[in-house]
């Protein structure tokens, strides 16, 4: 079997482009790929375009290995997030041709299944006005919809610092989900690289009455050190790593201890094979993996089946239930969350395919994603202003 050929999609909604990758075979069978590029849309179909002659017409997509040496070592220049993800949607859609090849969902072809069911979190549920009264109705309606985990990022366009007046609003969102959900529903607060160490510290042990089972990027993700000092702080588990983008990144994470949670993104750092190298590190020390996931059917098939074959997985985001329905109808197959959990995927390959005509409806959208300004957890579109 050889390589032949990609094609591209791009599936639009008012905050994210999905770009999927069809990689095409001289015998018919073709697999999918898929990646949320926050903004940088184009940046990742014009690399496409360039690795499919240099790297991957004629190739076996039997041969993974060789596939990431060539997109990585062979291009020379270091590999970050626009390499990786050309590489990981080329990557996980050729472990769905093999899976279809020999009639196996991908996880047999990936050690096998070390559990029958995954954890999620619902993500995306709260596009509502910043209030505790709209969070709290969010929030039951995820609990009522059966999932026992879900996760929020409650303060506002905040950078750097937080004053007192946004501290407690941020604070009263917490209590408010907290409250609507219940003692035993597990509550993750998201940070996105929003704080300084002293900030992020500060409100970490103001959150510790409400128990959540991490903060995620209490600091941006280029200085280590400074998630370091994080952790020393505070008795909350640190989660990092959607902006990771290399295995190699992360030798410096965990020689310094400074988070608990891998949060690696499998569409931005190089696919299913690489994900399974990291998690053996990280099990090596002791951490848990739960990757980072805004996409669709299609990377979320493929976390499935990595979180199906991975020991030291904890739990699987997931957007589509709360955030752009219609995205699931785009590539019908994904199992639906069953009381909080995922059942594993039964199908030959990822077990998702293309519904067409459902994706010719959501064209690619303007997009321009901005974490830091007011109402953007509203998750609306702000116009043409890029892609």
Same mark, same amino acid.
């Given at each position: 079997?050889?390589?032949?050929?990609?094609?591209?999609?791009?599936?639009?909604?008012?905050?994210?482009?999905? +770009?999927? @990758?069809? @990689? %095409? +075979?001289?015998?018919?069978?073709?697999?999918?790929?898929? /990646?949320?590029?926050?903004?940088?849309?184009?940046?990742?179909?014009?690399?496409?375009?360039?690795?499919?002659?240099?790297?991957? %017409?004629?190739?076996?997509?039997?041969?993974? &290995?060789?596939?990431?040496?060539?997109m990585t070592r062979h291009d020379y220049a270091r590999a970050g997030e626009i390499a990786m993800s050309a590489l990981a949607v080329v990557e996980i859609a050729c472990w769905d041709i093999i899976g279809k090849a020999l009639g196996l969902p991908v996880y047999r072809l990936l050690g096998g299944a070390v559990r029958d069911r995954v954890k999620a979190y619902a993500n995306g549920w709260y596009r509502v006005e910043r209030t505790p009264e709209e969070f709290h109705a969010a929030a039951t309606e995820v609990v009522r919809r059966g999932y026992r985990a879900l996760k929020l990022d409650p303060f506002g366009a905040g950078m750097f610092e937080l004053d007192a007046e946004e501290t407690a609003r941020s604070l009263a969102l917490v209590k408010a989900v907290r409250d609507a959900v219940g003692p035993d529903v597990e509550l993750l607060i998201e940070m996105h690289g929003r704080f300084s160490p002293a900030t992020a510290i500060r409100i970490a042990n103001l959150l510790v009455p409400y128990r959540p089972s991490w903060i995620e990027e209490p600091v941006p993700p280029e200085n280590l050190k400074a998630l370091a000092k @994080?952790?020393?702080? *505070?008795?909350?588990? =640190? /989660?990092?790593?959607?902006?990771?983008? +290399?295995?190699?990144? !992360?030798? &410096?994470?965990?020689?310094?201890?400074?988070?608990? =949670?891998?949060? *690696?993104? =499998?569409?931005?750092?190089?696919?299913?094979?690489?994900?399974?190298?990291?998690?053996? &590190?990280?099990?090596?020390? !002791?951490?848990?993996?739960?990757?980072?996931?805004?996409?669709?059917?299609?990377?979320?098939?493929?976390? %499935?089946?990595?979180?199906?074959?991975?020991?030291?997985?904890?739990?699987?985001?997931?957007?589509?239930?709360?955030?752009?329905?219609? @995205?699931?109808?785009?590539?019908?197959?994904?199992?639906?969350?069953v009381d909080g959990y995922f059942p594993l995927p039964d199908r030959p390959g990822l077990g998702v395919e293309l519904d067409r005509e459902q994706l010719a409806r959501h064209p690619r959208e303007a997009v321009n994603f901005n974490l830091f300004v007011e109402g953007w957890e509203q998750r609306q579109s702000r116009g043409d202003r890029g892609a």
């Open positions: 079997m050889r390589i032949t050929g990609l094609s591209t999609h791009v599936l639009g909604t008012p905050w994210r482009n999905l +770009t999927i @990758v069809e @990689v %095409l +075979t001289d015998e018919g069978i073709s697999g999918l790929g898929e /990646a949320r590029m926050l903004n940088h849309t184009d940046a990742l179909l014009g690399y496409l375009a360039e690795a499919l002659p240099n790297h991957l %017409l004629g190739a076996d997509p039997f041969e993974i &290995e060789g596939l990431v040496h060539r @994080v952790a020393a702080h *505070t008795e909350i588990p =640190i /989660a990092t790593g959607e902006r990771m983008h +290399t295995r190699f990144d !992360y030798r &410096e994470l965990f020689e310094l201890r400074a988070a608990d =949670i891998i949060q *690696t993104d =499998i569409t931005h750092s190089g696919g299913l094979w690489e994900a399974k190298k990291l998690a053996g &590190e990280a099990e090596a020390h !002791y951490l848990l993996m739960a990757p980072h996931n805004v996409g669709g059917p299609i990377s979320t098939a493929a976390n %499935l089946h990595l979180a199906a074959t991975t020991v030291n997985f904890k739990i699987q985001e997931h957007f589509n239930d709360f955030a752009d329905p219609f @995205v699931k109808r785009c590539a019908p197959g994904l199992p639906e969350v």
